[in-house]
């Protein structure tokens, strides 16, 4: 099975026969009117004319989706240290700005947890941590190599967790990849306690697409990537979902291997952060190529 270079190299060659895809509506309004914005990969990259929201369409089934990421890691120590090298500190700044958020310690579950290194940082932390990822790579690491018996082959949706189990729920580099956004934070809603704290990072490709065209890159990862949600999108999806008190905000970037991805990755996430601290997070640098958002569960009147 062919493998790319890293930093992509932690996604397989892969794709998804067309057969096995579907035309769905827009996931944030319902409207089905949309203006093409590019192809990537044989799929459609396409904006709501009603809502703003950009997503691939057609999209892959829900069963299609399963099979594709039963796949998506490739085994090897070297790949599983690179992943660590990439995330580790970006992990440890979200830590940092939970434990300013929650004000305690409690139950912590990652959906798409991969190998399990930031449930490692929130163990390390005083954290009860609990995983959910589809990938058997990803899984049988996080329990036999890391020794988390607690991370479960699966996703939010299978129902694995009780309703109100956990303080924070967090996914990092996951919403981008469902088929329906609205019904993962639905189930990130359930299964947060009152007041608990949904924690997502997500990708923001739309404003760097002319860029990625200049210097002859893959504009969009389809059929990895199904959504780009922006500053403006990714309130409204969390506010339909019953959440309140919603933040947007820039963090660093993840750490690239090749030197000069990282330093443009870098450059971007530092001008950030700067213009997110000059306005008080009033505004939001547009080409950061990704956003964390913070949001809580009502304590009261919630869903």
């Not at 210097?215 to 999108?233: C, I, K, Y």
């Not at 660093?252 to 330093?263: F, N």
């Amino acid at each position: 099975m062919a493998e790319r270079k890293f930093s992509s190299k932690r996604y397989i060659n892969l794709t998804i026969p067309r057969e096995r895809c579907r035309h769905l509506p827009c996931d944030l309004c319902g409207v089905d009117k949309t203006r093409h914005i590019t192809e990537a990969n044989g799929f459609d990259l396409v904006r709501c004319r009603n809502c703003g929201f950009v997503y691939v369409d057609p999209r892959p089934t829900r069963e299609a989706l399963r099979d594709f990421y039963e796949e998506y890691f490739v085994e090897g120590e070297e790949n599983i240290s690179a992943w660590r090298r990439e995330f580790q500190s970006l992990y440890r700044e979200i830590r940092e700005r939970i434990n300013r958020s929650y004000g305690k310690k409690g139950k912590i579950l990652d959906v798409g947890c991969s190998f399990g290194f930031f449930l490692d940082v929130m163990k390390e932390d005083g954290w009860d941590i609990y995983g959910l990822d589809y990938s058997r790579i990803a899984v049988d690491y996080a329990v036999d190599t890391m020794g988390f018996p607690h991370v479960l082959r699966g996703g939010i949706e299978d129902g694995l967790f009780a309703d109100e189990t956990f303080d924070v729920v967090t996914s990092f580099y996951v919403l981008e990849h469902v088929l329906e956004p609205t019904d993962m934070l639905q189930y990130v809603f359930r299964v947060l306690k009152k007041g608990g704290l949904a924690v997502n990072r997500v990708p923001f490709t739309r404003p760097l697409i002319p860029f990625f065209r200049l210097l002859g890159l893959p504009v969009f990862e389809a059929p990895m990537h199904l959504n780009d949600f922006s500053p403006r999108t990714m309130p409204l999806f969390l506010e339909k979902a019953g959440f309140k008190d919603i933040h947007i905000t820039a963090t660093r970037s993840r750490r690239a291997e090749e030197k000069g991805t990282r330093l443009a990755m870098g450059a971007t996430a530092a001008a950030g952060r700067l213009v997110s601290w000059l306005s008080r997070g009033r505004l939001f640098f547009p080409l950061t190529g990704a956003f964390l958002s913070l949001a809580r569960k009502p304590e009261k009147g919630g869903k």
